[in-house]
Structures are given as C-alpha cells and as structure tokens.
C-alpha cells in the first residue's frame, strides 16, 4: 500500500501552510491569550482574515466567494483552531449562517450573503435554537405569520454565536408550534428590521472573543424576498446544514487538540523533574502517545467526513456525526490530559492549555450534543441492518 495513499492534494497543503503562517505569526498564543481574558470580538482580527482572503473560503466563487469546499474549510477551521477556537467561529459561524441560503436560498440572497461575507461588509449568524427548543429544535416556538407583504416573527433565540456583532440572521420559525417540524420555515432577518433586538451577553466558560446573547423577535418585520426556500421546508434546511457544518466542529475540535498536543509535547521536552526531562518517564510517554492516537483517528475522520460533504456522499450525514462526536471527545480527553502534563502550570493561564481545555468542551455540546450524535449514528446502524 502507498505510504501517500491518504495525502491530501499539494494545494490543500499549500493552503494549510499559509493559514498557520498567518495564525503563528500576525496572530499567535499570546493575543489569544488577550482575546480569551478580555472576551470581547476582535475586529482587528476580523480584518485580518477579510485582508487575506480567509473570510470567502468555502463559498462559490460564482457568487462572490473565495471558492474551496468543505474540506479546504475544514482545514481552515483546523489551523486557526490550533491558536485559538473563539476566532475560529468568525468564519464558521458566518457560513452556518449561509449554507441553507446555498441549499435553497435565491441567487440574489446567496449573491449578497456570500459577497457581504468575502468582502468582510457584515457577518451573519444561524438561529436555531431556543430556550425551550434545544436537542429537541422541532419544539420550536418562534412564530411566523404572513402579512399582506411580508412577514412577522414573534419568538426568542438562545446562545446564538454571534449574535450583536452580526447584521444578518437565519432564522427559524414556525406558522403552528402543534405541526413541528412540517410548519417550519427559514428566513433572512437582519438587525436594524423593525421588532429585533438582542439579550444580554452570556458568559461563558470558553471560546471568549466569540458573543453568544439572545435574539429577541417581538413582531419583526420583514419583507416577503427574505424567506428561504420553501414555507414547511425551513427544518429539513436546517437539519441537512447540520451535516454540513458538523465536519467542520469535528475540524475546530481537532485544531484544538493538535494546539494543546503541541504545548504539551514540548513542554514534557523541556521540564526537568528526577534529574532528566519529564519526556523519559514511560507514565508520561503514554499518555502522549494516546493523545498522538486520537489527534490522528480524528483527523482522518474529519477529513472524510468532509470529503463526502463535498462528493455530497449518501453517507455524508452519518460520517459527519461519526466526526463530529469522536473529534469533540478526543479533543476533551486530549486537552485535559495536557493540562495533566504541564501540572500546575497547565491549571493557570499562563500556558495556554487550560483555555483550550475550557474551549474543547463546546465542541461536545452544540451543532447538536454528542449524545444526539450517538442517536443520529444508531438510527443509520440499524436503517443499515434493516436493509
């Protein structure tokens, strides 16, 4: 068998040397160090990414993207994970934000959202969830009705990344709570619309630098060229943009683990204890080595996750809970375990592992929580062995 069997393209390697160039040196630990303590969003590095052309991967470059599917995304989402995961989510949540206008959106709405984003005009934000309606979105309460040109939202958003530093919202909403998922619909909302407003900033333990706060809808209004698709359609958009995006949580979480693995390794080289460098102690070798193993089972999950994404692949949806799911709870085990390595010194901020372990643990919570990922992963199993 080829040693480069599973190598990715030349440009995709290209392409990940000069994402971490720009990551290491105009960004690097000690300003993600400031973005965490400070937490509030950094627009210099919104620029920074707008300037080097990083906002408009992923996107059609027929509709004003950089172009790049889901795999050069994923390789993006990687290596600025590996400095900092709340940065990250500039990007990722943006394109959450799109990707049900690119399954069923106008050729004007993915003209504006995707030209908009390239061009760093605005960012845009994706707003399933609600305080009631969480794992279980088709609960959704938000409300929708159409008026004689438009229409009107009446409902909350919770934890939407994003949410205040984004123009631009897509938004779920349903015309009767009692038909669930059949009565759901999309829609582009944006933050100046009559009726929006947003809550107060939730404090989080990780990914600072990235807001979450409520959106607040109280008889938005909105015109009728801003539905998405279909009326009754809106879950299904929402529910095939999770296949989409999971690969890419799967990517962030990676990035994560692959940053505290390279703190940790070299540390371990450095820190003298017995008279000899902590590295020579078996203990601690195999810890790095299970950490080593589950970086390199998650990056071949996430990378084939996110090809089939790509090939748009029968099995894309299962693939991309399988990434999803194994790449979150390695990127846990992998961080906590770095925390181990450095001691005492991994408990407090001055190593940057600690914010990486706080920042893992989203990863196993939202695009849908990795006990939903396990149902997602059974229920195709068992469509699997009966035929």
């Not at 172009?67 to 050069?72: F, I, N, V, Y």
């Not at 939730?202 to 539905?227: C, F, Y």
């Not at 810890?287 to 894309?316: F, G, H, T």
Request: net charge negative.
């Amino acid at each position: 068998m080829s040693e480069t069997l599973f190598a990715l393209p030349e440009e995709l390697e290209e392409f990940r040397k000069v994402v971490r160039q720009i990551m290491e040196e105009r960004i690097g630990l000690a300003r993600a160090a400031e973005i965490d303590e400070a937490d509030e969003f950094p627009w210099d590095v919104h620029k920074l990414f707008v300037e080097n052309g990083l906002m408009g991967v992923g996107y059609p470059e027929e509709h004003g993207g950089g172009g790049g599917g889901s795999l050069t995304f994923a390789l993006m989402a990687e290596e600025i994970s590996r400095i900092s995961a709340g940065i990250s989510l500039m990007p990722l949540v943006a394109r959450l934000g799109v990707i049900p206008i690119m399954l069923a959106g106008t050729p004007e709405q993915l003209a504006m959202t995707v030209g908009g984003i390239s061009r760093g005009d605005f960012l845009m934000s994706y707003a399933l969830t609600e305080p009631g309606a969480g794992s279980d979105a088709a609960a959704m309460t938000t409300r929708y009705e159409r008026t004689g040109d438009g229409f009107v939202l009446d409902g909350v958003k919770r934890f939407i990344t994003g949410a205040g530093v984004s123009d631009w919202y897509t938004v779920f909403a349903t015309r009767d709570p009692s038909l669930r998922a059949k009565g759901v619909a999309a829609f582009l909302v944006h933050r100046e619309d009559p009726g929006v407003s947003f809550g107060r900033p939730e404090h989080k333990m990780g990914i600072h630098g990235s807001p979450t706060n409520e959106v607040i809808l109280q008889r938005a209004e909105i015109p009728a060229d801003r539905l998405i698709g279909e009326e009754g359609e809106g879950f299904t958009y929402a529910m095939r943009t999770l296949d989409y995006s999971r690969p890419t949580i799967g990517a962030q979480a990676l990035g994560i683990a692959q940053g505290a693995f390279d703190v940790a390794a070299r540390y371990a080289t450095e820190r003298q204890q017995f008279g000899k460098p902590i590295a020579e102690q078996e203990g601690l070798q195999f810890m790095l080595a299970d950490m080593a193993m589950d970086i390199e089972a998650s990056r071949m999950l996430v990378y084939r996750a996110a090809s089939l994404v790509d090939a748009k692949d029968p099995q894309m949806s299962y693939m991309a809970s399988v990434a999803k799911c194994f790449a979150s709870d390695a990127a846990m085990r992998v961080t906590t375990d770095a925390v181990q390595v450095l001691g005492g010194y991994g408990y407090v901020r001055e190593y940057p592992v600690e914010r990486m372990m706080r920042d893992a643990k989203i990863t196993q919570i939202y695009e849908g929580t990795n006990q939903i990922q396990r149902v997602v992963i059974a229920r195709h199993i068992l469509k699997a062995v009966a035929g």
